[in-house]
């Protein structure tokens, strides 16, 4: 015999779980309606597509016709090399500008805090490097990776260089004669250089990476010698060392930036440099974060600057990384600065080269 109380519960129970599948479906073609559009953009970005670019500038004005990147490109210099990708694909660059450790703090900060507001990382390859470990960095399939200059490029390719600068040796040439340069760097232990050399202070990179050129033991004993016999001016800031040598109250350093003492050249300055081997490079990258807000802006902005952005690095003396821009200081002998030996030695090399550098302690 049929109980009519039980019935009615079975049916109200069915009615109840048909109630909670349609809506849990409802949600389901809701949230895939939401997600499908981004995982599309992601898998354009990623991903080697035909027509790459209208795919990204299609997909990008879905977001808002914005892209935040966080940079230690020098203030001077920014106008000039976003302006043109702003006005050609109509996406407005929100720009937060400070030094290459600053930039890796704020976004190491927020994306524990999982607040996601950059979209471009730029700066130094010890700086992406270190997001490339915090795994916040997403591999990219930019078509101009295959123009790029060797080094450019990690394995892993979350992040690639967009310019290469290249420590040179700088010096007044009302005070130094060409005959008196160095040609190598045991040269400079001659007396005829004591108490004229400069150094700026952060260039721990550029020590170490001569240190292992030469053979670390060789290399170490070799600054030690030229700390002890002819001492090392340590000065602050690179523009600050260049200036103190166009100016002659330095008259060499050891380390500013090639485009450096060019800009100074060009007015008028008594400047100008060597390239003592091993010469040493240092290398900025441009990124896209894994969790960018914008990721079809973001990937535009990350070609652009890999491609035809490089005009605007010539235009400024850096050596453009992507080889069908030319630089006459491409046909030197560099060797660049190692990110991974910069993060796993840090403090091995801070102490060394606090000792002989900083310190010129005698040994």
């Known amino acids: 015999m049929i109980n009519p109380k039980q019935t009615l519960r079975a049916l109200c129970t069915a009615t109840t779980l048909l109630t909670a599948l349609v809506a849990q479906s409802s949600l389901n073609m809701a949230w895939a309606q939401d997600v499908n559009p981004n995982a599309q953009t992601w898998e354009v970005v990623k991903n080697p597509v035909a027509d790459r670019t209208a795919k990204l500038m299609n997909l990008a004005k879905a977001e808002g016709g914005a892209v935040t990147i966080y940079t230690s490109i020098a203030e001077k210099d920014l106008k000039g090399i976003f302006d043109p990708f702003e006005k050609k694909y109509g996406i407005h660059v929100n720009i937060w500008r400070a030094s290459g450790d600053s930039c890796l703090a704020r976004t190491i900060t927020e994306a524990r805090g999982h607040r996601y507001t950059v979209d471009v990382f730029h700066a130094g390859a010890v700086e992406l490097e270190a997001l490339h470990r915090e795994k916040l960095l997403q591999a990219v399939a930019s078509p101009h990776f295959a123009d790029l200059m060797p080094g450019s490029l990690p394995a892993h390719k979350e992040w690639a260089s967009t310019l290469f ?143 035809e952005g490089q005009e605007a690095y010539v235009k400024i003396d850096y050596i453009a990384s992507n080889t069908k821009y030319p630089s006459a200081l491409r046909k030197i002998k560099m060797n660049v600065v190692d990110p991974n030996e910069s993060l796993d030695q840090r403090d091995k090399w801070k102490r060394l080269y606090d000792e002989i550098i900083i310190k010129g302690n005698k040994q």
Do not use: C
């Not at 109250?249 to 060597?274: C, H, R, S, W």
């Open 165 to 307: 600068s290249l420590w040179v040796q700088a010096y007044n040439t009302n005070v130094m004669k060409k005959s008196d340069l160095p040609s190598t760097y045991e040269d400079l232990l001659d007396p005829r250089f004591k108490g004229k050399l400069g150094y700026e202070v952060e260039n721990i990179d550029w020590f170490v990476t001569v240190v292992k050129a030469m053979g670390e033991a060789k290399g170490l004993q070799y600054f030690r010698d030229l700390a002890s016999k002819n001492g090392i001016t340590v000065r602050k800031g690179h523009f600050n060392l260049t200036a103190m040598v166009a100016s002659g109250d330095v008259p060499m350093a050891l380390t500013v930036y090639n485009y450096m003492p060019e800009n100074f050249k060009k007015q008028g300055a008594p400047i100008d440099y060597v390239v003592l081997q091993p010469a040493v490079a240092r290398t900025n990258g441009v990124a896209v974060l894994k969790n960018a807000p914008h990721p079809a802006s973001a990937a535009l902005l990350m070609d652009y600057l890999l491609g």
